[in-house]
């Protein structure tokens, strides 16, 4: 079966081959968390039986780019053996409502066998990614294929290297699973850039700011900034910058995407959250336009906010905070292709899937119908942000609100 999905890019940029400047994430996540449990939250969240009415609510938000993600241990139960259906079904979904796709190739998650350490991993991530790129161009010919292979590297390698997270559980070994990742993160771009030369690679890293708690302390101060500077480790892989013999290249980075989260900013010894929305502020919190100058810098490449959200009461405001800066950093000159509010919908926790975060334009108030309930104060600030966007002539639609929404 073909597909042909065609959309109308934004007049303003023909560069940008995103849809929409706001964009959704699903939640798509299938690890082992740190109980040795797989977690799968496309299938706890109902995404996978209720996508089309999922689109549909985007669409009326507003919202025409989605993150979604393949869900390595559900493709590929067997080595070189794969299993399309549920991928499948996101391409015709999105032909139907016309949402354009970035896909996740490894969200977080791989199959039983398999954890960066295993020495075939970079080899069946790579045939992975290249069957994916067949499999899609069998149903869509043309048109921009974006990818990300392997959602923050940073985290997973801290996650699953040093605290005993998830696979392969480790500790001490950050840099060695890092370090495997990357290879093969590169070895999966050769193998697409081989099936079709017009793949585009849009990178997803964490953006963090570690301080000194006490910056009187010239050894405090120089620590944490080591720490600060590890999390371009991935980038600098990705791009040759370290690690030549990874075979990465510039051209394996068409854009940035930066995750940016409330709690993204710490102390170096104490690990102390520094709060965002301190009265006053507080001055070791970095505003995010700040931090995408340092990688805007580093890097030359456009960015995408590709993921944000705060669960609960302060979303409103959250959303708020991250519309100015956006604003701030479009009026500055560095190309921002979009602002990516993820999870779009409710999600539970990893560790203890029990409990829900509330953190989406949509709430899941009732796990067992899996309802979806709009959060009104998210998509107000988002409809206020989408009026500053028009002012500033970037044509992001200002949705009404509708049952559909509801």
């Not at 299938?43 to 938000?61: C, F, M, P, Q």
């Not at 960015?303 to 604003?327: A, F, H, N």
Request: proline share 6%; charged share 25%.
């Amino acid at each position: 079966m073909k597909v042909n999905m065609k959309y109308k890019l934004n007049p303003l940029s023909e560069e940008n081959p995103l849809h929409s400047f706001l964009m959704a994430g699903f939640e798509c996540a299938d690890h082992q968390n740190a109980f040795g449990e797989r977690i799968d939250l496309v299938e706890l969240t109902g995404h996978d039986r209720l996508i089309s009415k999922d689109y549909e609510n985007l669409r009326e938000a507003g919202m025409a780019t989605v993150r979604e993600g393949i869900r390595w241990s559900f493709v590929e139960k067997k080595p070189f053996q794969y299993n399309w259906s549920q991928v499948e079904e996101i391409i015709i979904q999105a032909q139907k409502h016309q949402i354009q796709v970035i896909w996740d190739i490894c969200h977080f998650g791989f199959p039983d066998d398999l954890s960066p350490l295993h020495p075939m991993f970079a080899r069946r991530f790579a045939h992975l990614c290249r069957a994916f790129v067949k499999k899609y161009r069998s149903m869509v010919p043309d048109g921009d294929l974006i990818v990300t292979p392997i959602n923050e590297v940073s985290f997973l390698s801290w996650l699953g290297g040093e605290v005993k997270g998830t696979s392969p559980y480790s500790v001490r070994q950050g840099w060695e699973v890092k370090y495997m990742l990357m290879k093969a993160y590169i070895e999966g771009i050769e193998m697409m850039k081989e099936t079709d030369s017009s793949v585009k690679i849009m990178s997803t890293e964490p953006l963090i700011h570690i301080s000194a708690l006490d910056s009187s302390d010239p050894a405090q101060v120089l620590e944490a900034h080591g720490k600060h500077m590890e999390q371009f480790q991935a980038l600098d892989m990705l791009t040759g910058k370290i690690c030549p013999e990874l075979r990465g290249k510039q051209e394996y980075l068409d854009f940035i995407g930066v995750n940016f989260y409330f709690n993204n900013q710490w102390t170096i010894r104490e690990h102390h959250f520094i709060p965002w929305d301190a009265d006053p502020p507080n001055p070791s919190w970095k505003k995010l336009s700040t931090l995408v100058d340092e990688v805007y810098f580093r890097y030359g490449r456009p960015i995408v906010i590709s993921e944000t959200s705060i669960p609960e009461d302060k979303r409103y405001s959250w959303l708020k905070m991250i519309g100015k800066e956006c604003l701030s950093i479009i009026k500055k000159g560095i190309p921002l292709y979009g602002c990516c509010i993820y999870p779009i919908i409710d999600r539970p926790d990893w560790d203890f899937p029990d409990i829900w975060h509330h953190s989406g334009l949509w709430d899941i108030p009732d796990p067992e119908s899996l309802q979806r309930e709009i959060h009104y104060e998210s998509l107000l600030a988002l409809n206020e942000f989408r009026k500053k966007l028009s002012d500033i002539g970037l044509p992001d639609e200002v949705p009404v609100i509708t049952d559909a929404l509801i």
